[in-house]
């Protein structure tokens, strides 16, 4: 069957594409080679498409990854100039959209299998870049990178943030990442779901399991070969044993080149981080009987792999966003038989067809002559492995521009040996060139940056973070006679449609702070795709409880009132504090649907339900004998007596309605704990966990190892913290509304 040229609305296919490390253009047997056996992979050729003109986008590892999960140009993204080490401040940037990113919003289960190695502080992980669940390494195993690790015991193989194994042994990694795929394609065998398989192999050192080792005839990397080779055939029967291989599609194609041909009838030459055709041009096949891809086509359209991100968009019934500049062209109809090129915009075959539309193309007198709009959008501009552009090709044609300006036909001359006089070509290329440096200089984009921070540094908001988002500061939510309350609200400038909302409440015991303590997490929160609200309430000098809770419960219903105005999806609101606001955040989760706590805020038409809390640092039991006992102390129990009008003796009617543990039952939403090690024992709220438990509502805890209770302004405990609740929110409100929605 064909897929339909405009896809939404049609039945979302699964996608996995496995991303081979430093495997060369000759080096499959469908490709080429005679010294290794891949009968699995060549079968997925056979019954596919075999691109023989295909291009990484770098032919080096970090780049290359950042152009294939942005859809653009390493240099565009700011990811151009060599890989990232774990010394290293940079990385993809957060406001980049990618692939991930682009299918999670269409309801795909999104998973990174295998190596990262696009930056190594939070904002720049998988799981911050629309990655649900990611497992394997996010560095190299080879020995310039492995010396950062040295003292820790050796490179860490991970799941999520938490250290799996260390040191990761390369001889397991292959197995391993497949086992994981494997596990996640039986877990979302519902679909639609989307796995980036990038494995560390065929990267050296190699690593060879014992049942491979000496099975072929070409050393280690040959054995690593067959070793792949068999566990992609894993992750195809897997499909088909769930009967999911008809609604499946799988790219197979790897980051960069390794080394030229070994036989006469190997003609292409150059090794990896070189811009000859052995380090760039690579294997690729794609592989979906079931979703329309055609079998047994050889294609030579010069494609790139940037492509895949606007093709892989229109599969899954996704339009990419106007908002952005993409590179990438849509391969859709030549992948399902109806072109035999990459047809040009205007012909709007496909979803996306006119994304490269996007792209500048101003060319003055000199070059408007010879270069038309659709020549230069396929064009595909080589970049060395230190950022430099160094040639362009366009059809067969190839132009070296360094050290001086020397034109190949690829079609007779693959090996790049013999240059050509054609100076027509010539002109038209070195034009092509000029016009992509200009467009580079007044386009690109810059990197994600963090400052690096000390190990106990002060938590940190960048200003090129900030720069990331909207803020509407001093917004009034509730009015009690001439008392008003405000809000200020962040949410990140990339995203479109509705977020998901969380209100972020500050501690202070009740009977102090403001909203500013709160604004690092709203904002660090905001930028993972949320709309975050820092508020402040009344505390308990000016009105004791419940005065504290109504505020809460008006915040929660005036966002609501207001999701429109400010993308909010109103069905998917949470809730995190620490200290008292986590006292709080606990209460709005369990309080919903008593009435005494409600309060006159505002919108009273409006729920005040949430869909998920973090209480951080939080007393849950304020009917407990540790409540009791402090209460009752004359100093360390004046704020609780403040608070809630007396000692526990005294009013203990008072103490029960604002204990959270006293309103818990079967609908309340999700709650994660989140403490620090040296706090009071009291705030992992084992009752109140264990009766979640009981209830069958998900709970569990964060101890941060080494914390007080006022963690959040340290640098490295708001990041655990904040992955953590990340990770939760992602669960029940991000993934939750995705799947409520059809998106």
Known sequence: MNVPRDCVGAEKPNIVFIFVDDQGYYDLGCYGATEVQTPRIDALAEQGVRLTDYYAAAPICSPSRAGLLTGCYPRRVGNHIWVHRADSNTGIHPNELTLAELLKSAGYATACVGKWHLGFHSPFLPLQQGFDHYYGLLHNLDPVEVVYFDEQGGVPLMRGDQVVKRPADPSELTRLYTDETIKFIRDHRDGPFFVYLSHTMLHNP??????????????????????????????????????IDDNTLIVYASDNGRGPGRTPDQKIQGRKLSTYEGGIRVPAIAWGPGVGITKSLVSGAVTRAMDWYPTLATFAGVTVPTDRVI??????????????????PGMKMSLNAMVPLRRRFEPPGEWEPLINRNEYFDAFFYHGSQGALAAVRWRN????????????????DPGETKPVRNGEILRKLRGMAILFQEEMRRDARPAGVVVPDQADGRTLVTADQLDRLNAETDVVYAQYDDRQLAMDIYRPKSAWGPLPAVVCIHGGGWYKGNRSSH???????????????????RLSGEASFPAAIHDCKAAVRFLRAH?????????HIG??????GGHLTALLATAASVKRLEGSGGNPQFSSAIQAAIPMGAQTDLTS??????????????IWRQFLGGSLDQNESNYQLASPLFHLDDGDPPCWFVTGELDDPSTHADRFRKRMDELGIDT????IADAPHAFVGTQRWFDTMLNDADRFFQKHLKAKAQKINGR
């Not at 062209?329 to 090129?341: A, C, H, M, S, V």
């Open 206 to 243: 190699l690593g060879v399991g014992p049942e491979f080792k000496g099975t072929s005839h070409w050393g280690d990397y040959g054995d690593a070969i067959q070793e792949m080779d068999f566990h992609v055939g894993r992750i195809v029967d897997e499909l088909k044993s769930l009967d």
């Open 327 to 344: 590179d990438g062209r849509d391969l859709t109809p030549l992948l399902i038989g109806e072109t035999k090129f990459v047809p040009p």
């Open 397 to 412: 044609w190839k132009l070296v521009l360094n050290p001086s300006l020397t034109l190949y036909d690829l079609a007779k």
């Open 519 to 537: 604004r690092a997490m709203a904002q660090s929160l905001a930028l993972r795709g949320y709309v975050t609200a820092t508020i402040s309430y």
């Open 563 to 571: 999701a429109k105005e400010y993308g909010i999806d109103p069905d």
């Open 575 to 580: 809730a995190m504090g620490l200290s008292a």
């Open 625 to 638: 004998e540790r409540t009791r006992t402090v209460s009752a102390n004359a100093n360390r129990g004046q």
């Open 700 to 703: 569990g805890l964060t101890v």
